[in-house]
């Protein structure tokens, strides 16, 4: 081996799930670390190369107590390793990790996966979090982002150089792993479906009072919803359910026969950094409508792969949602069909991880 490599990241799940490709390719070249919580895919790590050591995280809000645990952490598990580069992953990994690195004299490279609410609007939680990504960030050799706006958001308040940016496609997608899918070709009801946490930020507000407006008017949809749920939301699921336009699925390991079974993805989401979602489903051959953000829009081609709708709009993604429902079913297919062909010139996983260990290893080199 080449050398030894550190990541440290917030989630094993996201960690497996979309960098596991990455990871592989590294392991060829490095001996590669993984700090992360323990949860779901924390023992699959191991299976594609990963020495995984188990760290615990407060992934929400500012603890202090917490967050100089983390630090400390960070800063042994580097003096004991000793790794030629470390990776990190979302915004407390990207802060105390890589302010843990700067301190060791150790290069990192920094991946933002996302702004988070944090950015959203001004006040005290985004001057803090400016502070400390400003901190984090500073001596990193490489800052990938998912999408040029949330990189100029970065530039744009001080906390990185422009220099040092890399804008990818977000993870990629795996286009074997999610391989095009026949279209649904059974029965007269839409099935519409929802992937990710039932939350106001995922747009679930604007979706349930347009699955409502689609019903009145006698629409024959359903929504089907796989996702953890936050427990405000408990009540309107069940309600949903009950009224019929909804089948809560809760969450789930494999999204596969979910995506096969949909005529439609839908994610009106506020804020992304790169929605895999998007892509996973666009490359099974499902059509999309998601909001016209950020992280969001690059995986449509309006009115060709999909619909584009307004952020925490209800008229303009009911609007989104009729326009779909006018469509044939040659159409339909047609539209998921070109989604997919979309993937395979923009999105293919493989382009992004040979993307990425490029910039990793030029990152190394540079250090030397």
């Known amino acids: 081996m080449g050398g030894k490599l550190l990541i440290l990241a917030n989630n094993s799940l996201g960690l497996y799930r979309f960098r596991a490709d990455l990871i592989r390719t590294l392991g060829q070249t490095y001996t ?7 949860n779901d895919h924390f023992d699959d790590l191991a299976s594609i190369g990963c020495h995984v050591i188990e760290t615990g995280i407060d992934r929400r809000g500012l603890n202090p107590i917490r967050d100089l645990r983390l630090l400390r952490t960070y800063r042994r598990l580097i003096r004991e390793i000793r790794p030629d580069l470390v990776i990190t992953y979302t915004i407390k990994c990207n802060v105390y990790g890589g302010y843990a690195a700067r301190r060791a004299g150790v290069p990192y490279a920094v991946n933002v996966t996302g702004l988070g609410s944090a950015f959203q609007h001004p006040g005290l939680l985004r001057r803090v979090a400016t502070c400390l990504c400003r901190i984090g960030l500073k ?3 490489v800052v990938f982002f998912e999408n040029s706006d949330n990189r100029d958001v970065y530039c744009r308040l001080g906390i990185v150089r422009q220099d040092v940016c890399h804008v990818l496609h977000g993870a990629g997608v795996n286009l074997e792993q999610f391989p095009l899918t026949p279209y649904p070709t059974d029965g007269t009801v839409t099935r519409f479906l929802f992937i990710g946490r039932v939350m106001r930020e995922k747009g679930v507000d604007e979706l349930f009072a347009a ?3 689609l019903r009145a008017a006698g629409q024959s949809c359903v929504l089907h919803v796989v996702g953890d749920t936050e427990e405000d939301y408990r009540a309107r699921l069940h309600e949903g359910e009950e009224a019929g336009w909804l089948v809560y699925h809760g969450y789930q390991t494999d999204v596969h026969p979910f995506i096969a079974e949909a005529h439609c993805l839908v994610l009106p989401s506020y804020h992304e950094g790169m929605a895999n979602v998007n892509l996973e489903s666009a490359s099974m051959g499902r059509p999309l409508i998601t909001s016209r953000i950020p992280g969001c829009m690059e995986a449509v081609r309006e009115g060709e792969t999909g619909y584009l709708c307004a952020p925490q709009d209800t008229d303009s993604l009911l609007d989104a949602m009729q326009r779909f429902l006018r469509l044939s079913p040659a159409e339909r297919e047609a539209m998921g069909r070109a989604g997919r062909a979309h993937m395979e010139a923009e999105f293919d996983k493989r382009q992004v991880v040979a ?9 190394v080199s540079a250090s030397r």
């Open 139 to 141: 001596r990193a050799g």
């Open 355 to 363: 993307e990425t260990a490029a910039c990793l290893q030029a990152c």
């Open 32 to 38: 590669v670390y993984a700090s992360t919580p323990r």
């Open 211 to 213: 699955m409502r407006g």
